[in-house]
């Protein structure tokens, strides 16, 4: 083992992780790779999505200046960090991905020897994830601290896996992973108070258990904080500047902004989404990054495609045959985020997300013009929703031919889905249980950033 392994993900609901389990294990896999190596690479896949990736990939606004700048200013803001200075952390290392123009990775340094102190702050699982990615605690996602804790005092900070700690609880005896040391920033009761529940930093992370910069407030204009398939799809969608597209689940805009980045912010990028809140963060981000391109709206996709002759506004529904490229990144069961500890959903749950992903493709595959570029992706790691959407896809559009991917840094498809080698060539899977225990952490970051990432898929169309 090259890794510390000491946590695996188990889903709460046995029968999540059987149903994965058979989606590994399916008979296509069993008889391309035999049922030790298939049970192997399912193990794997438990170990490594309860992990954080080994690095942090942020993506620079080539847009507003060359990478190389951004590198040095973001190398000089996180020099002013504590942990960068700390005698544990020598030196601030940003390198650029070694193919994809607009990425910069940074090491992650964990898991690290951190000792448990008898003071504990547990916080809901979501929260805890994004301590073990670099976050400091929030106030709102604390759920339980010492009945006497003052701003001041040193704790350790537990993540509640299974949501069963009850909110202002004073200590919790249930299923919880240990995610590091850190400083209260409140007291208790400023924590739970009823009439204006706290807000801003409520732990300041000192000793995580993974150590990486801390992104907020950093040089918000000029990086945003990504998951790298997550920037890839931006380049696989190859947007040109001029062109309409369309970006139909949209929310929080991390794809929406790298899209009106790539076009040079010439052309319109729309953004659809059905929750009102999360559209403000889209054009907040737009903001952000100074892009002028992008018009959000509040929409519900599946209902994207007007019959009707266009009406006057320039909003959603539109006319089919409107978009010169559609990216499609579904809602899905997200099984491929890491470190994921906070899925508490159920079978039935996760079996929710294909025919919800087929209604949005139906839309996109009539939004699209001929000759138009159609991008699906996931960040999960089901057939179902992945490999088995493109055979479906293929069946009921013959008009939809997979095209090939660039980059392509990632895996082929899986098997499993009747589709034939040639078509596996050409989607991308990101999956990091295949290399989990083959990377040396030490070797250099461009060498393992490709293969240690979030659960990921994508799949490129062009309609003829
Ligand atoms: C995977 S997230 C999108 C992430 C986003 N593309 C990004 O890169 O920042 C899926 C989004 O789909 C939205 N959504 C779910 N059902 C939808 C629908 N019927 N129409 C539009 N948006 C939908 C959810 O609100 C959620 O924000």
């Known amino acids: 083992m090259l890794r510390n392994v000491s946590v695996t993900k188990n889903f709460p609901e046995a029968e999540v992780t059987e149903h994965l389990r058979s989606v590994f294990l399916n008979k296509e896999v069993l008889a391309a790779v035999g ?62 991905h070694p193919r994809i123009t607009d990425v910069l990775l940074l090491p992650v340094d964990g898991p690290r020897p951190v000792e448990q102190l008898s003071s504990e702050v547990v916080v809901g699982a979501q929260c805890g994830s994004a301590v073990l990615r670099g976050a400091h605690v929030f106030a709102p996602g604390i759920i339980a601290s010492p009945k006497y804790m003052k701003a001041g ?104 902004c790298h899209i009106a980045a790539l076009m040079g912010d010439k052309g319109e990028v729309v953004a659809l989404d059905r929750i009102q809140n999360k559209i403000n963060r889209i054009r907040q981000n737009a903001q952000m990054l100074s892009l002028q391109s992008i018009r959000a709206y509040c929409f519900n996709s599946t209902q994207a495609v007007s019959d009707e002759p266009k009406q006057e506004a320039e909003g959603p529904p539109f006319p089919p045959e409107s978009f010169d490229r559609v990216l499609l990144d579904a809602p899905c069961s997200g099984l491929g985020q890491r470190p994921n500890m906070a899925s508490t959903w159920s079978l039935k749950e996760i079996c929710s997300y294909p ?102 898929f994508i799949a490129k169309f062009l309609k003829t």
């Not at 609880?169 to 299923?175: K, M, V």
């Not at 595959?365 to 089901?382: A, E, N």
């Open 153 to 256: 005092d040193m704790v350790s900070v537990f993540s509640d896996l299974e949501g069963r700690c009850t909110r202002g609880a004073t200590s919790f005896q249930g299923n919880k992973v240990f995610v590091g040391n850190g400083v209260a920033e409140m007291d208790r009761s400023a924590i739970f108070a009823t009439e204006t529940p706290a807000r801003g930093v409520g732990v300041q992370m000192v000793d995580p258990l993974y150590q990486s910069p801390s992104f907020d407030g950093v040089l918000p204009s000029l990086v945003f904080l990504q998951n790298l398939p997550s920037v890839v799809v931006g380049h696989v969608l190859a947007p040109r500047p001029g062109e309409w597209i369309l970006d139909m689940c949209a929310a929080p805009g991390g794809k929406t």
């Open 35 to 96: 049922l030790q190596e298939a049970e192997l690479r399912f193990q794997k896949l438990l170990t490594c999505l309860s992990h954080p990736p080994s690095y942090t990939c942020v993506r620079a606004s080539t847009h507003l200046a060359p990478l190389e700048d951004i590198r040095l200013r973001l190398v000089e803001e996180l020099k002013k960090q504590k942990w960068i200075s700390s005698a544990e952390q020598p030196s601030v290392h940003v390198s650029p």
């Open 355 to 456: 025919p919800l992903q087929r209604k949005l493709f139906q839309a996109a595959v009539r939004l699209l013009k001929k000759g138009g570029v159609l991008v699906y992706s996931t960040c999960t790691v089901t057939l179902a929703e992945n490999e088995e959407q493109v055979a479906w896809a293929l069946n009921t559009f013959p008009c939809l031919t997979l095209q090939p991917q660039e980059p392509h840094i990632g895996a082929e498809g899986m098997l499993g889905a009747g589709l034939s080698p040639e078509q596996l060539r050409l989607l991308q899977r990101f999956s990091p249980e295949l290399s989990w225990d083959q990377i040396e952490t030490t070797a250099p970051l461009p060498f393992r950033a490709d293969r240690d990432t979030i659960g990921f």
